[in-house]
């Protein structure tokens, strides 16, 4: 019986954790500082997506019905994570304690509105790389990297001055969760082994399709050599191109 107990403490111990809460956390590069700040999330998110896609495309010749195996791939697109968050510098929370790092924005005179400022500078370009900030969303064993596609802040409740003291903040960043791409690091897409007949669509060029079979783009001459194509901007959209084994 004592064994059933271990077993079934094991299980709930597994379900829902143990020790301190752990913090979501958001970690970027301050365009104004110009150095890494990590940020924890005043209360984790009640719920995060994922979402993923892959392109396709239907090599059915005229008059041929349908199937899905000519469906032919043109790879995986990037990741999108949307998550929404919770900024409140009004509400008591009995046993609440701040957080390192968080303390700044929720007792400053300008109340939640300095780090919504901050944040939204996240969309802006970094002056130095001209890019935007690389951003990193981090909870439990999840640590999604990449950059914000979109920011939406609603403002929620206003003190008698007039400034927000509650707000909700809409994020999606385009990325990856850092384990998907340590998987995809320890088994890098190989040189094809066998020869393969591909469709290039009337925007794509060669070294597109020999960056998606080869992982390299400059294979592009192989496969130039391999079908004849003295000019590579003069291609036969009509016809299949060879794609060789390297």
């Given at each position: 019986m004592a064994e059933i107990l271990t077993e079934q403490g094991k299980r709930k111990q597994l379900i829902f954790g143990d020790g301190e809460l752990k913090k979501a956390t958001l970690t970027y590069m301050s365009t104004q500082k110009g150095s890494k700040v990590v940020l924890p999330v005043q209360f984790n998110p009640t719920e995060y997506s994922i979402s993923r896609k892959a392109a396709y495309t239907d090599t059915t010749g005229k008059l041929q019905e349908p199937h899905p195996r000519n469906l032919q791939s043109r790879g995986s697109r990037l990741a999108n994570l949307k998550v929404k968050l919770l900024l409140d510098t009004a509400t008591e929370y009995p046993g609440y304690v701040v957080k390192s790092g968080?303390?700044?924005?929720?007792?400053?005179?300008?109340?939640?509105?300095?780090?919504?400022?901050?944040?939204?500078?996240?969309?802006?370009?970094?002056?130095?790389?001209?890019?935007?900030?690389?951003?990193?969303?981090?909870?439990?064993?999840m640590e999604f990297e990449g950059f914000i596609t979109s920011m939406s802040i609603s403002y929620k409740m206003f003190n008698r001055n007039g400034h927000p003291v509650r707000a909700e903040l809409d994020l999606e960043i385009m990325g990856e969760d850092k384990?998907?791409?340590?998987?995809?690091?320890?088994?890098?897409?190989?040189?094809?082994?066998?020869?393969?007949?591909?469709?290039?669509?009337?925007?794509?060029?060669?070294?597109?399709?020999?960056?998606?079979?080869?992982?390299?783009?400059?294979?592009?001459?192989?496969?130039?050599?391999?079908?004849?194509?003295?000019?590579?901007?003069?291609?036969?959209?009509t016809k299949q191109l060879k794609v060789p084994s390297l």
């Open positions: 968080l303390q700044k924005y929720i007792n400053d005179d300008k109340e939640l509105t300095g780090i919504c400022e901050e944040l939204s500078m996240l969309m802006k370009m970094y002056p130095k790389t001209h890019t935007q900030s690389w951003v990193v969303f981090s909870w439990g064993n384990n998907v791409l340590q998987t995809l690091g320890a088994k890098p897409r190989e040189s094809p082994d066998r020869t393969k007949y591909r469709m290039l669509h009337q925007k794509d060029e060669l070294w597109m399709l020999a960056d998606e079979e080869y992982q390299d783009a400059s294979c592009w001459k192989e496969i130039a050599k391999e079908n004849g194509i003295l000019n590579p901007r003069k291609v036969d959209y």
